[in-house]
C-alpha cells in the first residue's frame, strides 16, 4: 500500500529536508503540504515550501496555508534563535527561486479532513511543527480522532527540551494545542528530542549532495551547511546537526526505524514546566494507550536511508 503523506511544516531546514525525504521515497506519496508557523511566519513557510517542491520537481504538490499564530495568542513574531538556526529566509540563506505558484485556496484545516475522509487508512499525518492546525482540525471534526494516524516531530521525554530543561521547540509554540492532540485520543507516534538528536548529520554527508552538481544538490548542501554551523555553536561537542523533522517522515513511512513506548501523554500547561511532554496521570491505568513514545532508533540505517533517498532526488537528468 503506498502511503498518502500531508506533511505539516514551520518550513525551516529540517522541514525542507522532510521534503526532500518524503519526495525521494517510492513508497509514499505527497498529497500535500500545509503550512505552520514557528521557524517562520505561516506566510513564508507556504513561499518556503513551494520554493523547495518546485527545486526539488515536485511542482504539482499543493501548498496549503495554516493558522498563523498559537491558539491561545493573537499573532506571532519569529524568534531570535530561530532566525539563527535556519538563516533570516529559513532555508539558511541558500540560493532558491522563489515560486511561481501560490497557495492552494483550500486551508490546512480543511485539507486534512478532507484527505482523512478521502484516504481513510491510507494517510499519515505529519506535523513538524507546532500542532495548532491539528488541534483545529480535531475541534472542527471530533471524528478525525478515529480516523487519523499522526506521526509527529516534537516532544521530549526522556532527555531535556531545547527552548529550556522542559520543553521542546514545536510543542512550546502551542502547549494548549499539543496538550489537546495528546488527550483527543487520536493516534500519534512522537518523534521527540530522545531520537532526532541521535540522527546527525555532517559535511561529510552534504559534501556527496555536491557530487552532481546540480541546482537542487547545491541548495540542499549550502542550506545544510548553515544549519551545521548553527549546531557549531548552539549544541557545540554533539557532532552534526539533528534530522528532527526527516525523523518523522521516515518513521511515517516505515515504522520499524524506532522502538517506541505506548503511553497516554499530556503537556503541562501551568508554571515553569509549561510545555512539557509527560505521560497522564489520570490515564495511567487505561489498558489502551493513544500514544507511542519513540525511544530508541535504528540511527545507521535510518542515515543510509535518508542519504539515498536524498540523493535519487538531486541526481539530475
Ligand atoms: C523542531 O523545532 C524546529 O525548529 C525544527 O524544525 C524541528 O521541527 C526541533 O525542536
Ligand atoms: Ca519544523
Not at 3 to 12: P, V, W
Not at 30 to 36: K, S
Not at 177 to 188: L, P, W, Y
Amino acid at each position: 500500500m503506498t502511503k498518502k503523506l500531508i506533511l505539516d511544516l514551520d518550513t525551516g531546514i529540517d522541514d525542507a529536508l522532510a521534503i526532500a525525504y518524503a519526495l525521494g521515497s517510492p513508497e509514499a506519496e505527497l498529497v500535500g503540504v500545509t503550512a505552520a508557523y514557528g521557524n517562520v511566519l505561516m506566510e513564508d513557510s507556504v513561499r518556503n515550501s513551494l520554493a523547495v517542491l518546485d527545486i526539488l520537481g515536485a511542482d504539482s504538490v499543493p501548498v496549503h496555508p495554516g493558522l498563523p499564530h498559537a491558539s491561545t495568542a493573537e499573532d506571532f513574531a519569529v524568534q531570535e534563535i530561530s532566525t539563527f538556526i535556519h538563516g533570516r529566509n529559513g532555508l539558511g540563506e541558500a540560493d532558491i527561486a522563489p515560486s511561481t505558484r501560490s497557495a492552494a485556496a483550500t486551508d490546512a484545516v480543511d485539507l486534512l479532513i478532507e484527505a482523512s475522509r478521502q484516504y481513510g487508512e491510507e494517510l499519515v499525518y505529519v506535523p513538524t511543527g507546532p500542532l495548532t492546525n491539528l488541534a483545529a482540525a480535531l475541534d472542527q471534526d471530533p471524528g478525525l480522532v478515529e480516523r487519523l494516524d499522526v506521526v509527529l516531530m516534537g516532544g521530549a521525554l526522556s532527555v531535556s527540551g531545547n527552548v529550556n530543561p522542559w520543553a521542546e521547540a514545536n510543542i512550546s509554540q502551542d502547549p494548549d494545542a499539543a496538550d489537546t492532540v495528546f488527550r483527543s485520543g487520536v493516534s500519534t507516534t512522537m518523534i521527540g528530542l530522545d531520537v532526532t538528536l541521535q540522527t546527525l548529520l555532517t559535511y561529510e554527508h552534504t559534501r556527496r549532495w555536491r557530487e552532481p552538481g546540480t541546482p537542487a544538490g547545491t541548495f540542499l548542501a549550502d542550506m545544510t551547511d548553515y544549519y551545521i554551523r548553527a549546531y557549531e555553536t548552539t549544541a557545540p561537542g554533539l557532532g552534526g546537526c539533528g534530522l528532527h523533522d526527516p525523523l518523522a517522515v521516515g518513521v511515517a513511512i516505515d515504522p520499524s526505524l524506532v522502538t517506541a513506548f505506548p503511553i497516554n501523554l499530556q503537556v503541562d500547561l501551568d508554571g515553569p514546566t509549561r510545555g512539557r511532554t509527560i505521560g497522564d496521570v489520570t490515564r495511567l491505568n487505561e489498558p489502551w494507550k493513544n500514544s507511542r513514545v519513540a525511544l530508541a532508533v535504528d540511527v545507521e540505517r535510518f542515515l543510509a536511508e535518508f542519504m539515498s533517498r536524498t540523493i535519487s532526488l538531486v541526481q539530475g537528468p
